[in-house]
T-cell receptor, first 113, second 114 residues
């Protein structure tokens, strides 16, 4: 069985600063994908970034980047130059050979003006 | 580009009443379709998925059912709602198959059962 753990229920950051959200996971598979989704107050789930486990290079999307440590089964999300619009619930998710995404419990990020 | 729609956006229903939530996708053919439920303050739980018309897989046994009458239409139903069915229901679509398959979500339906 796959599990995804987000140990930080809530975090806050000042506008324009950098914040890192943590995610650890467990899977017995070697090839899988990891995702970060954000859920703003509108509650629509929006894909932020994804990472293939076979790629050593960390994925980057504009101000969002990940620190993927396969051996440690860690997949953290770094948000640079935080903006007020980044305020949202952030979910880490894992997809292996099974069809479903396994989600963590989420981290509520608040960007303070 | 692809878009995904869900309606209604919000629904308040009495216990024991029927339910029908609809999800449609535009701009793609033969998508994989998913229904998730999110309880308040919690992560997402996969309820059903479909890889084609009439093909439904259930992940969690319960009083809900799903149907896919058309290629880009996915319906979540119940004959008699329970209080525990309250939550936020999200539909998602994806293309292709395999671990790289990325799911994209609709705006969701907020269901309150009283």
């Amino acid at each position: 069985a796959q599990t995804v753990t987000q140990s930080q229920p809530e975090m806050s950051v000042q506008e324009a600063e950098t914040v890192t959200l943590s995610c650890t996971y467990d899977t017995s598979e070697n090839n899988y994908y990891l995702f970060w989704y954000k859920q703003p107050p509108s509650r629509q789930m929006i894909l932020v970034i994804r990472q293939e486990a076979y790629k050593q290079q960390n994925a980057t999307e504009n101000r969002f980047s990940v620190n993927f440590q396969k051996a440690a089964k860690s997949f953290s999300l770094k948000i640079s130059d935080s903006q007020l619009g980044d305020t949202a619930m952030y979910f880490c998710a894992l997809r292996g050979s099974a069809r479903q995404l396994t989600f963590g419990s989420g981290t509520q990020l608040t960007v303070l003006p | 580009s692809q878009t995904i729609h869900q309606w209604p956006a919000t629904l308040v229903q009495p216990v024991g009443s029927p339910l029908s939530l609809e999800c449609t996708v535009e701009g793609t053919s033969n998508p994989n379709l998913y229904w998730y439920r999110q309880a308040a303050g919690r992560g997402l739980q996969l309820l059903f998925y479909s890889v084609g018309i009439g093909q439904i897989s259930s992940e969690v046994p319960q009083n809900l059912s799903a149907s896919r009458p058309q290629d880009r239409q996915f319906i979540l139903s119940s004959k008699k709602l329970l209080l525990s069915d309250s939550g936020f229901y999200l539909c998602a679509w994806s293309a292709g198959w395999g671990r790289s398959e990325t799911q994209y979500f609709g705006p969701g339906t907020r269901l309150l059962v009283l």
